[in-house]
């Protein structure tokens, strides 16, 4: 079991390349004996961006606050809080945040 607030998780600064002004708190994952999902809080600064990428493993994605872009496949849609996204395994993909910066859950499956 664990309970703590969001903000007691270290912000680790994402070092994947092409990513800019994003961090990470890795608020549920294997080190806390869950066996077969991460739950992340991204961080983007205002501009901040993940790199455009694809793996095989599928995101669930809850927009929190701030908004900006998701780009999938080539094709651009505006987020803003309380959207939930979907993005399927091997859909190349990225976040980018407006003005405001972004924050957002991430749930993805432990890469085994």
Not at 26 to 55: C, K, Q
Not at 90 to 95: D, E, I, Q, R, T
Request: with cysteine.
């Amino acid at each position: 079991m664990k309970h703590v607030h969001y903000t007691e998780v270290p912000l680790e600064p994402v070092t994947m390349a092409g990513a800019q002004g994003v961090s990470v708190r890795w608020v549920i994952s294997e080190a806390d004996g869950a066996p077969n999902f991460a739950m992340r809080i991204f961080e983007l600064e205002a501009g901040g961006s993940t790199p455009y990428h694809e793996h095989p493993w599928e995101h669930e994605v809850f927009i929190l606050a701030g908004g900006g872009i998701l780009t999938v496949e080539g094709q651009e849609e505006k987020l803003k809080p309380q959207d939930v996204v979907f993005v399927p395994p091997g859909v190349s993909h990225n976040f980018r945040a407006g003005d405001e910066g972004m924050t957002f859950i991430c749930l993805v499956p432990h890469q085994k």
